[in-house]
């Protein structure tokens, strides 16, 4: 190897097309495992609207750390920065939210998800029956999906925060003042949002129970009949519904 005017060995020059490729991918990787997550909850949603008529969720949004983000928290974890290591600590670089409209869909939706056979459930903690001591709650998951890529799969973690519309409300709340007052929340606005937190839970269980109610004396009314103004917006023909009745009437 020559060596350089001072006489010494020159250093290697770092390969930063590969680098940037590397990291690209390392990228992507992420948010196609949102891409792929975001797809079965819509399915789950549309299935829910145009079947049962009433869906569990109410609005569905999703986020990808920003680079500064990752590298942030990888020092506040004492992570090595590399892609690998990121990769092996820091299960929550995808994040998708889900927003239900009572406690019990929050449940019912995390355990379909949790279903699939291609799911893999990694971590649970339930700050809905065990809420953070500033009144925070949301059911959070981390789950495993597999991504196809061109060359290989790669199983990617994406976190799962599913929640009422009373508890989104208040995290969001409660988001912008911790960083307002950069994290050291004053302890009389921090008393007033858990009390806040209280009564956001208290309406949700009681838009439950009445939710619940409702759902009881629908019941009690319904009957066999197929109203036809009553139908999903994927609605059968007339003609069609008229002769597959007909057909059921002769069996």
């Known amino acids: 190897m020559e060596r350089d005017a001072t006489g010494d060995e020159p250093q290697a020059v ?41 869906s569990p969720i109410e609005h569905v949004g999703s986020r990808l750390k920003t680079p500064e983000s990752i590298i942030t928290k990888a020092r506040r974890k004492n992570c090595p920065l ?26 019912r939706i995390a355990d379909m998800i949790g279903s699939q056979t291609d799911v893999r459930v990694l971590e649970i903690k339930d700050y809905i029956a065990t809420p953070k001591p500033n009144g925070y709650k949301s059911l959070h998951l981390i789950v495993e999906i597999p991504v196809f890529m061109s060359d290989r799969i790669q199983p990617v973690p994406v976190e799962l925060q599913i929640r009422t519309i009373a508890m ?20 009389p606005l921090l008393a007033e949002l858990t009390e806040a937190a209280d009564s956001a839970n208290r309406l949700d269980v009681t838009m439950e129970r009445l939710h619940d109610e409702v759902a009881e004396f629908k019941n009690d009314k319904s009957d066999d009949a197929i109203h036809l103004n009553s139908m999903p917006p994927l609605a059968l023909p007339r003609e ?10 002769s069996l």
């Open 82 to 107: 590399t892609l690998d290591d990121i990769r092996s600590n820091i299960v929550d670089i995808a994040g998708i939210r889900i927003t239900c409209s009572f406690i019990s869909d929050t449940y």
């Open 240 to 249: 069609l519904l008229m002769a597959m009745l007909d057909g059921t009437r």
């Open 168 to 187: 989104d409300f208040w995290a969001s709340l409660e988001h912008k003042i911790f960083y307002k007052y950069s994290g050291t929340i004053p302890a």
């Open 14 to 54: 770092p390969d930063f097309d590969r680098l940037r490729n590397d990291f690209t991918r390392f990228m992507m990787g992420y948010k196609f495992g949102i891409d792929e997550l975001m797809t079965k909850i819509n399915i789950l949603k549309e299935e829910f609207t145009h079947i049962h008529r009433y």
